[in-house]
């Protein structure tokens, strides 16, 4: 058997940190590979991720990723339609999957002495197409059924497809994931296998496995499930171009809703950038926790809103800080958003305490000292750091990014990126 | 037939499924436990692979005791652990966030209908200093008025928010039915009369009757020895007396209903949120293991007979489950899902069909097998953190089961027949009595539902 790229890194971080060993591989089809034995108890993760999402559709066919997603549970060359679960039950084991703009992620857990049984039926999906008419039309009513619940269904449901076409304007990332209902209805078999034949390739997945497995023994099998699967097929990544948002943009949009939602976007830069990590300890300052300037200044003291958050997430290509309010009833918006203005207006003039700051270090060491505890979540947090920034040692070093940081860096991140020209406004408001 | 596109030409055979090792053995990890003098049960998981510890208290009563106040307060249990970290008469609410915080840790609170939790997280070299303040929470609660107020303020405009979600609305209405007259009826976050009228008085009676030492199940997880445990715990309880009230006696468990409709309307509803079932078994009841496996091959995961038949063959819905919900007093069974409104009929149907197949026919060898090694493998994975051992550990005493329910448990379900699964179905499954509750659009659901029996109708002020 053949692996390249071994690695293993079994350095501490500090004596603090308990570190994660972890190995990786590249098979000659190109796949990605990174194993990680955390011994314990009798069961593995895999999560096998493609490096494709919903910018690589195009108008008119939104929605075709998750689709996708949602196909490759219903039929592969060897495994007949409905049946992927039902074999993977019946051997002990549950599988899900998720899509984002950028990737979408597989997982499977099973008994360890039942790995193979996840590799076979997991790599069957990669050696072949073979969804049926009658698969795509199920599943098309099944995802407006999901639709229907999490977006049309749910109160402030549609924020993501309302703020994503004017954060996105222009450009892939600009419709929901889940896609527009009349493309989910048009989608044809030839739709879903051109996208499959294009982004489904060896060289565009990474495959984590996690929890009581032997190194040499796993990546045999993946060796024999995955290395002969080869395909000439070149993927191409669509580029994502965001336009810097220079004009304050204010909407209103009714909703089956009780309590009045403000929501503010910004773009920043995206994760893995130092200006992220800043704006990752920001959102810490301004709502984790009761003694955060949110909680305290527009909840506790003021009496103003039910919740406020903030929060800063990253697709591939583009950051966003996010701050939300949901106000009590008969509370005026515009005197939280005047707070809220306040506040942000106070960090940009470097206004921090050592406090504050030291408490969102605190908090994340505690976090820290916590990633190991679900191996479904460690072979999906692999999966990601692999595909996305192709350097799985964040998993024990990316801490370092954040200890480098100083008050200055979280206020001048703020300076540069969170001003009111720079952000869109989404008021969400009873019908 | 499906026409498959293979990649490349391969030697490996594909088309059979590998064999498998034997699944390893997976014991029910081991766990310290002992009594303190005043009546404290203690555990302690331990674990060390981590420098984290979790201290999670646990009071055996909850929200059932808004049932028994003189005139019935639904949310006072829940108001009253909610108010525990706002305030003691050593810290103010903002001082006890500040410290937490800035430790890194976390606290919380909250009630079931049979328990009161509290709990604290943090890195083991602050877990002093986080248990003096969980302590200091328990002991301490001063219930301040101008706390009370702004719980109060805010609780009240949740019970607004929560009306948003079908689901919610559908559950809230299904549970004051299935429950009628029984300290379960009430929903325990309360509803607009009850909060208003929540008085300090009442909080301070309510923690009073549920907050005492014989009550109190404390398990300890994470990097902590049990000798560390026991001197922490002495160290802030040893002094803390019983109140020496009577503890409440339930009434009987309440009946099975017969059939009807309970429509909640739900304002611009796209969808039908649907909850149907009827009255279920305790959560010691001797049939539970039985009970559960048969539920889990109807609708109790993926593969299972309701979401395959919702879900993968009639597309009607994303997905849906049913659930044996089981308490320390009674409990319910119900099915769950969202469906579009003119397919609300058609997907009642199919969930009678499944409900009445499963009661009529023996399920194959085959499939009482396959649930058998689902349920097997699944096992260790609900063991996977010390906190989820811990989650186990604390059952066994706040439900009174037996202490080696876990150790024998995959036993007693690799044990079952057919004819159990059969029995168990037709014992504890009663299609002909299903309470059906829908939030959607009530216009449309009042004609098409007509042959379920008579609806009652509802606005979302419930």
């Not at chain 1, 879903?192 to 495959?207: A, C, G, L, Q, R």
């Not at chain 1, 697709?315 to 509370?331: C, D, N, P, Q, T």
């Not at chain 2, 260790?380 to 150790?407: C, F, H, R, W």
Request: aromatic residues 10%.
């Amino acid at each position: 058997m053949k692996s390249l790229g071994l690695k293993k890194v079994s350095e501490n971080l500090t004596n603090d940190f308990p570190a994660i060993e972890y190995r990786e591989y590249i098979l000659k089809n190109g796949l990605k590979v990174v194993l990680c034995n955390t011994g314990n108890i009798p069961i593995a993760a895999v999560n096998t991720t493609y490096h494709t999402g919903s910018r690589d559709e195009i108008v008119g066919k939104t929605g075709l990723a998750h689709l996708i997603e949602h196909l490759m549970f219903e039929g592969s060359p060897n495994i007949p339609r409905g049946k992927f679960d039902e074999i993977l039950a019946k051997n002990g084991g549950e599988s899900n999957a998720y899509t984002t703009r950028d990737f979408t992620s597989y997982f499977i857990s099973v008994p360890s002495s039942h790995l193979e049984t996840a590799f076979w039926l997991d790599s069957d999906r990669l050696s072949g197409f073979g969804i049926t008419n009658e698969s795509l039309e199920i599943q098309k009513d099944v995802i407006i059924e999901e639709k229907l619940m999490y977006n049309d269904n749910s109160p402030y449901g549609s924020l993501d497809e309302e703020i994503s076409k004017r954060l996105y304007d222009g450009t892939n990332y600009s419709w929901p994931v889940i896609g527009k209902m009349d493309d989910i209805r048009n989608m044809n078999l030839k739709d879903v296998e051109d996208f499959y034949n294009k982004h489904y390739t060896p060289s565009n997945t990474v495959i984590s496995v996690t929890g009581d497995i032997e190194y040499e023994r796993t990546i045999e099998l993946i060796e024999k499930y995955y290395g002969e699967i080869f395909c000439s097929l070149n993927e191409t990544k669509t580029e994502i171009y965001p336009k810097k948002i220079t004009k304050e943009t204010s909407a209103y949009i009714k909703d089956d809703i009780h309590l009045e939602g403000k929501f503010i976007f910004y773009q920043i830069p995206p994760a893995g950038t130092k200006e992220f990590y800043s704006f990752k300890i920001l959102s810490g300052i301004l709502s984790s926790g009761e003694s955060s300037r949110f909680f305290q200044e527009l909840e506790y003291k003021n009496n103003l809103v039910h919740e406020a958050d903030s929060s800063a997430f990253s697709y591939e290509k583009s950051g966003v800080f996010m701050i939300s309010a949901i106000a009590l009833k008969g509370k005026d918006m515009q005197i939280i958003e005047n707070k809220i203005n306040g506040i942000i207006e106070d960090i940009i003039s470097g206004n921090i305490n050592d406090r504050e700051f030291n408490k969102i270090i605190n908090r994340l060491e505690t976090r820290f000292s916590s990633r190991l505890q679900s191996i479904v979540g460690l072979s999906d947090r692999f999966s990601y750091l692999k595909t996305i920034h192709n350097d799985c040692s964040k998993i024990n070093f990316e801490i370092n990014d954040y200890l480098v940081l100083t008050k200055k860096d979280i206020s001048d991140a703020a300076g540069k990126y969170l001003n009111q020209n720079q952000r869109i406004v989404l008021n969400y408001i009873p019908k | 037939m499906a026409i498959v596109k293979l990649r490349s030409t391969e030697n490996l055979d594909r088309t059979k499924p590998p064999k498998s090792g034997k699944p390893k053995d997976m014991k029910f990890p081991g766990f310290f436990e002992a009594k303190t003098s005043n009546g404290i049960t203690v555990l302690v998981i331990e674990d060390n692979r981590l420098p984290l510890v979790t201290s999670r208290f646990v009071f055996r009563s909850g929200a059932a005791e808004d049932f028994f106040c003189e005139s019935k307060k639904p949310g006072l249990s829940s108001i009253t652990s909610e108010l525990l970290t706002k305030g003691t008469i050593n810290r103010s609410a903002t001082e006890i966030a500040n410290e937490i915080d800035y430790l890194g840790a976390s606290i919380g609170s909250g009630c079931n209908y049979d328990a009161t939790f509290v709990s604290s997280y943090s890195l083991k070299k602050y877990f002093s200093r986080v248990f003096d303040i969980i302590s200091d929470v328990i002991l301490n609660p001063s219930f301040s008025d101008e706390e009370i107020e702004r719980v109060r303020i805010q609780r009240l405009n949740s019970l607004l928010a929560m009306t948003d979600d079908g689901d919610y609305l559908a559950e809230k209405v299904f549970i004051r039915e299935v429950y009628k007259d029984f300290p379960y009826e009430l929903p325990i976050d309360g509803d607009e009369e009850s909060v208003k009228s929540i008085s300090r008085k009442d909080i301070l009676l309510n923690y009073k009757k549920i907050f005492y030492p014989e009550n109190l199940i404390v398990a300890f997880v994470g990097d902590i020895t049990p000798d560390e445990a026991i001197s922490k715990l002495n160290e802030n309880f040893a002094g803390w007396e019983n109140s020496g009230l009577e503890k409440t006696e339930f009434p009987e468990t309440p009946s099975i209903k017969s059939q009807k409709v309970f429509l909640i309307e739900k304002k611009g509803a796209v969808q039908s949120s649907i909850k149907t079932g009827h009255l279920g078994i305790h959560r010691s009841h001797p049939d539970y293991i039985p009970v559960n496996v048969m539920n889990t091959l109807l609708g109790g995961f993926f593969t299972s007979r309701i979401n395959k038949n919702l879900r993968e063959v009639n597309g009607f819905t994303y997905g849906a489950r049913s659930q044996f919900h089981c308490c320390k007093h009674s409990g319910d069974f119900s099915v769950m899902t969202e469906v579009k409104t003119d397919i609300t009929a058609d997907t009642l149907d199919e969930i009678i069909k499944e409900i009445n197949d499963i009661k009529n026919k023996n399920v194959s060898a085959e499939e009482l097998r396959d649930v058998k090694n689902y349920i097997s493998g699944n096992f260790p994975m609900q063991l996977e953190t010390p906190n989820e051992v811990a989650t186990k550990a604390i059952g066994l005493k706040l439900y009174e089961l037996d202490d080696d329910y876990y150790s024998t448990y995959l036993n007693k379900v690799n044990q079952l027949t057919k004819e159990d699964i059969r029995q168990a179905a037709e014992k504890y499954l009663h299609p002909g009595n299903l309470l059906i509750s829908i939030a959607g659009d009530t216009k449309a659901l009042s004609k098409s539902l007509k042959k379920f029996g008579d609806a009652e109708v509802t606005g979302d002020n419930i």
